[in-house]
């Protein structure tokens, strides 16, 4: 009889049933996920039926829309490393196809949006072909030249977007109506990352973030795959912006085309979590919680509370908010956090790899 053959059969019993109880687990955890998901949405839902005011309806609408902003910049700038510092662009250029079509053309706000995305995506295809050519800061500076020079273009192209003199869109103020448009607007494009994120597109995007020459040397199209994530982040931002142009009912170069947006977005995305789907979700969250929180109790003296906070967050947790807790390794925050996690008993252990367990050697008497 081989007796180590034994120990080692014995080592992998117990490795095949370690796997079996991590695998029960996991199903288990994935169910209560999405349990805990299906409940919040349906939560949600009920929120305009509760008795709040319209200004709660308005506050939560625009945490949602900012969820989708910030999840389809981080399409682009997440998922391939292209910081893009014009995203503005295309929340502008979505805003005055809206407001261009319904305030000189007669149309109403449905076909608008379907138009805005359209036009966001060919802006977006004609000028990404050249400009995703650039690397780095050289791609950020292009993008920014951009965005400056469309909101100069919307000033002097008076026969077309009426200049500073701006455009009135028909007013139709409807808290419950825009409520439930930017809910289940970010219900999708969150559901749409999460599942980019699990496809090789995603991944392949994800490759050419850490190394854009080794993806090339193993035969990965960056220009296409770069172009169809610039094209769909920028189709995502036109509608948003036709959007939020029907719900102000006003739209001028210096609404549509504000230099908050362009730091706000990158904010979001960048302290929840770059390339991360939950990442730019919990991020608006916060930052627009804190931020309105400062501006009610610090008054204009926010900036420089908030300015502070930023820095001490990216200083100690640099991978974001869901970046730290899920690969927050090397730094301060995310080790703690990951000790955290997983302290536990040191007996009765059972998700120790089976590696560690060294094979028995039987002896015999014989």
């Given amino acids: 009889m081989n007796y180590p053959s034994a120990g080692r059969a014995i080592a992998q019993a117990r490795h095949s049933d370690n796997s079996a109880r991590g695998r029960g687990a996991g199903r288990v955890r994935h169910g209560r996920g999405w349990a805990l998901t299906l409940v919040a949405l349906a939560a949600l839902a009920l929120v305009p039926f509760t008795g709040v005011n319209d200004s709660m309806l308005l506050t939560m609408s625009t945490i949602f829309m900012w969820i989708i902003l910030s999840s389809s910049w981080n399409i682009i700038s997440g998922f391939t490393g292209y910081v893009d510092f014009g995203h503005g662009v295309f929340f502008g250029i979505g805003g005055?196809?809206?407001?261009?079509?319904?305030?000189?053309?007669?149309?109403?706000?449905?076909?608008?949006?379907?138009l805005a995305v359209l036009v966001s995506a060919a802006v977006a295809l004609v000028i990404g072909y050249p400009l995703l050519r650039l690397r780095g800061v050289y791609f950020s500076i292009a993008m920014l030249g951009l965005f400056l020079a469309t909101r100069e273009l919307?000033?002097?192209?008076k026969p077309l977007t009426a200049g500073a003199q701006g455009l009135i869109l028909p007013s139709d103020v409807d808290r419950f109506f825009f409520y439930y448009l930017f809910l289940v607007g970010a219900i999708l494009v969150?559901?749409?990352?999460?599942?980019l994120r699990r496809s090789q597109?995603?991944?392949s995007l994800l490759a050419i973030k850490d190394d854009e020459y080794g993806a090339e040397a193993r035969g990965v199209n960056t220009t296409l795959l770069k172009l169809t994530a610039f094209c769909l982040s920028a189709a995502i931002t036109g509608a948003v912006g036709a959007c939020w142009a029907y719900e102000v009912t006003f739209i001028d170069p210096g609404i549509l085309f504000r230099d908050s947006f362009l730091i706000n977005v990158a904010i979001m995305a960048t302290l929840g979590g770059l390339g991360t789907v939950w990442g730019p979700v919990i991020g608006s969250v916060v930052f627009l919680s804190v931020r309105d929180t400062l501006w009610a109790n610090q008054g204009t003296s926010f900036l420089v509370v908030f300015g502070v906070s930023l820095i001490v967050l990216v200083l100690f947790m640099?991978?974001?908010i869901v970046g730290t807790i899920q690969r927050g390794e090397r730094t301060v925050m995310g080790r703690l956090?990951?000790?955290l996690r997983h302290k536990?008993?040191?007996h009765g252990d059972t998700s120790r790899p089976a590696a560690a367990v060294a094979p028995a050697r039987i002896v015999s008497n014989d």
């Fill in 154 to 157: 919307a000033l002097i192209a």
């Fill in 344 to 346: 536990g008993p040191s």
């Fill in 337 to 339: 956090i990951r000790r």
């Fill in 318 to 320: 640099p991978e974001g």
């Fill in 96 to 114: 005055y196809v809206a407001g261009i079509l319904m305030a000189k053309s007669g149309f109403s706000f449905a076909p608008t949006v379907p």
């Fill in 190 to 195: 969150v559901a749409l990352v999460w599942r």
């Fill in 201 to 203: 597109f995603g991944l």
